[in-house]
Each structure stands twice: as structure tokens, then as C-alpha cells.
């Protein structure tokens, strides 16, 4: 019996739906690409583009991880800020990863008008400031970005401004930018899926990859066929599950947690968020939210490192969002639902080669929604061109979280409490 979708709103909503066979036997291809979330089927698409052969295996369904469940807001940068990067690599290659992030947004919105995906795409998100400390940082954080990076899409918002844009008394300040913005993430998925099948893709469901005979060609193993392949796209993030020990000790599946009310109406959310724009919180551990195409409140936080969903999540996520938004007492809930996102420890992302011919790309940290489509192509202009590009992320130092994949949770936990302290002053 196939896997499902998680129960979200964005899989009751998906305006398409893919049957696709699982694998059997022996097969070749230029390209394998092992998952098929935004990462893996864009590298699937740009290459079959350029006229390689390529088989993408899907442990479950298209679009089953954090690419068909995030909170779908699309976001200049990386999760590591700018000056953290400059640390680790350098400030000229911590500008080619800007810049980067930036051609990642034009990417995202350049794929939804030539593939010609039905995905709500709305421009606009604000990072909100909740304290006095909050707001001198976003001002640092948007003096930084305009005139050592040249972002001129950012406009900053005092508290008077932003409650107009934010229907809440929580928030101090904010840090609105056009460029960014949000969409329905797996409707976006799907139509990537789409455009590569026509493309030439072949696509392969409920085959999940459990060995790699690494060598030149690598072969693949599922549990009931094989891809021999001269090239590997490994594009699994937080759902690695033992197939590469090294990359799977660098990153700490994280899951994060999703609201959807019923739908309020268009002159509704118009007052709690003008302009439909979309908006996260700068807590370490953050409240992010957005309206719908079809006018629900979708409002996501909390973490949780163990794996396990907090009891009772819809209420959990009610309370979050009440907190916040204390109009919507009376809403009802139709979904709640959480998944997996990758963090590294600097949260910088992880991406790079294990092998000559096997690239990966892990680690987006929670920031993935354009990271994952550059990082996709990326790899498909490795395989087909050149690495000058890609080469750059080899330069970001990773370390495994302590504890190995047995013991890095309570370490974790741990580091977090901090954190979490933080926030509260």
C-alpha cells in the first residue's frame, strides 16, 4: 500500500496528483537522483534540460518531506546570517553566497512562470521585532544588507507602520522585503515534478534507496531494483535514514509545526495581514505565518528535537497563534500537522561531493524553500558544465553534532534551553 501525504492543508489542497511505479529490476541512467522534493527535482528538470538521461527514487511520494510541508515563505539569504558567513569563508565568498540566495528568489519566481505552476505565489515578507533588542537588530541587519550588499528591496517599519501591515499588538518594528514572498510549497513541488516528467524524467515511488556501491558508474539498491548511474544527486536532507553515515552525523532533523484555520474570508485576512504578505518572528525559536490562496491563517512554530509531535498539536498551535493573533479565539482549526527540517550547527548549509561523481546538498536550517532550488541547480551544473559555483560551499566548515545519531538529540536539547532563555528577555 503507497504512503500518504501527511494530512495538511497543503496536501487537501494539491491541485495535482502523481501514481508513479516503484522501481523493479535493473536499470541505467545518466543521473540518479535519490528525492524528489524541490532540490531533487529541480536537479532532475535542469538536467534533463541539458539532455541527460535521469531516474529520481522517492522513498515515498513526490513531494512527501519539508518541500511539500513547510510554512512556504521563500527568503533572501541563508539561515546563517551574512556576518557569520563572512567568519567562516571570507567576506568575497560570503558575497557570492548572497548573491547566490538572491539568484535563488529569481529562480523560484522564474520556474513558476515558465513551468507555468499554480503555487499562490504572493511578494512580500516582514521580519518582526517583539523587543526594544529586536528592533536595534533588525536595523543593524538592514543597514548590513543595504549598503555592504547592495539589497535594495528592504524598507524598515517602525511600530506604528507594522501595525498597520500586522494585525497584532505583540510586535515592536519591522523589516519588510519585496523580493521575498510565499507560496503553496507543494503545489510548487508538484509542479516541478511536472515540468521534469515532460522533460524526460522518470520518476520512482516507494523506492527508497538503501545502499550505494560507490564507483564509476555508482549503483544504486532498492529493495526491489537497481539504477547503475554515472552520476548521484543526493537530495534526501533530513530524511538521509542511515543511506550516508557522514552527511546524516552533520545535520539534526528538526520537526517544526503547521496551523491551518478554516477558511475566514477575503475581507478577514486583508485586516490581519495587508497585502497577504507573509511574516516570521526573530526568535531563535519562532512564530512564522501567512494567509492562504483561499483565505485560512496558516501559522507555524514550536520545534521539537526528539522527533515526536507535542500531545494534542492543534490545540498546541491554536494556543501559539491566539497568542498572537487573539481575534481568531473562535476559528476553528481544519489541520495541524508538523515535519522534518535539517539544521546544521553553524547553520550554514551543507552542500559538496562524498565522492567524484555523488554531490549532496543538506542543512537548508529551516530556510529552504529558494536555498533548495538553487541547490539543484547547482549540482545540475556540476554534472553538466562546471563546479565553479558550487565549488564555494566546500569552503563552509562542518562539524557532527556530539552524541553521534544516537545521542546528539539530548546534547541538542540541551544547547536549545539556552536559546529558548534568550528569547524570553
Known sequence: MKAMHTHSYYAASANQNFDFPTLKGAHKADVCVV??????????LELANRGFKVIVLEGKRVGWGASGRSGGQAIFGWASEQHTLEKLVGKSDA???WDMSVDALTLTKANIKKYNIDCDWRDGMVHLGMKPRHDRE???????????????SLEMWDQDKTREHIASDRYTSGMF???????????????????AQAAGVEFYE?????????????????????????????ACNAYMDGLETKLEN??????????ATEPLGEDVTDQLMKDHISACDINFVLD????????????????????VAPLNLEKAMQSRMVDIYPQLKDAKIDFAWGGNVAITLNRAPHFGRIKPNVYFAQGFSGHGIAATGMAGTLMAECIATTAERFAIFDKIPHHPFPGGRLF???????AMSYFRIRDML
Open 35 to 44: 528525492g524528489s522534493g524541490i532540490t531533487g527535482a529541480t536537479a532532475a
Open 95 to 97: 558575497r557570492k553566497l
Open 408 to 414: 546528539r538529540t539530548p546534547a541538542l536539547v540541551l
Open 177 to 195: 522585503d519585496a523580493n521575498s514572498g510565499h507560496l503553496h510549497p507543494l503545489n510548487y513541488t508538484l509542479g516541478l515534478v511536472k515540468a
Open 250 to 259: 552533520r545535520v539534526m532533523p528538526v520537526g517544526t509545526y503547521i496551523c
Open 288 to 307: 512564522y505565518f501567512r494567509c492562504s490562496g483561499d483565505h485560512r491563517m496558516l501559522f507555524g512554530g514550536r520545534v521539537s528535537y526528539s522527533g
Open 138 to 152: 533588525l536595523q543593524a541587519w538592514h543597514d548590513d544588507l543595504t549598503e555592504n550588499y547592495d539589497y535594495q
Open 206 to 234: 516507494q523506492s527508497e534507496c538503501k545502499k550505494i556501491e560507490h564507483g564509476d558508474p555508482a549503483t544504486l539498491f532498492t529493495a526491489q531494483g537497481s539504477v547503475e548511474a554515472n552520476h548521484v544527486v543526493l
